[in-house]
C-alpha cells in the first residue's frame, strides 16, 4: 500500500506538469483554453444542477420510505458472496440505468458514511468503472440510425457486472 499512496501523492502534480510540457510544444495558451473550459463547465453546471437537486430528493426520499433497506436486505446474499459493502448494491443496479441518479445516489453514500470508508471508496471505484448502458447506446446507435443493437446490450451488461465486480475486488486489494 506504501508504493500506491507514494505514487498517488505525485499522480496530480505530474499530470499538470506533462499537460503544461505539451501545451507549451504544441504553442497552445493553456491559461486561455482553461479559462474557455471552466466558462463551459459553469454552464454545464447550471444546467443540470435542476435535475440533481430533483435526483438528490428522489434518493432521499426512497431512503425515507424504507425501500432502500428492503433493497439492501434483499441483495445482501449476493453482497456477502462477493465482499461488497450492501450499501453499495443499489448503485450497482442504478448505473447501467442513469448516471444522474448514480451520481446521486454515490453523493448520499459519501454523505453518509464518509469518502474514506469502504462504502464511499467502493461506490466511487464503482461509479468510474461502469457506464449508462442504455443512455449510451441510445446517443451512439441513434446518432447513426442503428434500430438493432445485437449483441451490444448483452455484451454491455456483462462488462458491466465483471466492472461492479472488479471494482469491489479491487477495493479488497488496496484497502483491505
Known amino acids: 500500500m506504501g508504493l500506491i499512496r507514494h505514487l ?6 505530474a499530470i499538470f506538469v506533462v499537460i503544461l ?24 453546471i447550471i444546467k443540470i ?45 442504478l448505473r ?3 448516471g444522474s441518479a448514480s451520481f446521486a445516489f454515490v453523493t448520499e453514500i459519501i454523505k453518509s458514511f464518509g469518502p474514506d470508508s469502504y462504502a464511499g471508496r467502493v461506490a466511487a471505484t464503482m461509479m468510474g468503472s461502469t457506464e449508462t448502458i442504455f443512455y449510451t447506446l441510445a446517443v451512439y446507435y ?24 472488479a471494482s469491489v475486488w479491487a477495493c479488497q486489494f488496496v484497502f483491505g
Do not use: H
Open 96 to 98: 447501467p440505468i442513469s
Open 142 to 165: 441513434g446518432s447513426v440510425g442503428i434500430k438493432n443493437i445485437r449483441y451490444t446490450l448483452i455484451a454491455a451488461i456483462m462488462a458491466d457486472i465483471i466492472s461492479v465486480i
Open 8 to 13: 498517488s501523492d505525485y499522480a496530480v502534480p
Open 49 to 93: 444542477i435542476p435535475s440533481l437537486v430533483g435526483l438528490l430528493v428522489a434518493v432521499g426520499v426512497f431512503k425515507a420510505s424504507g425501500a432502500m433497506d428492503s433493497l439492501i436486505l434483499l441483495l445482501r446474499p449476493v453482497t456477502d458472496l462477493l465482499g461488497m459493502p450492501p450499501q453499495v448494491a443499489p448503485l450497482a443496479l
Open 21 to 44: 510540457g505539451v501545451a507549451v510544444l504544441k504553442k497552445v495558451k493553456a491559461y486561455d483554453v482553461f479559462v474557455e473550459g471552466a466558462k463551459d463547465g459553469i454552464d454545464t
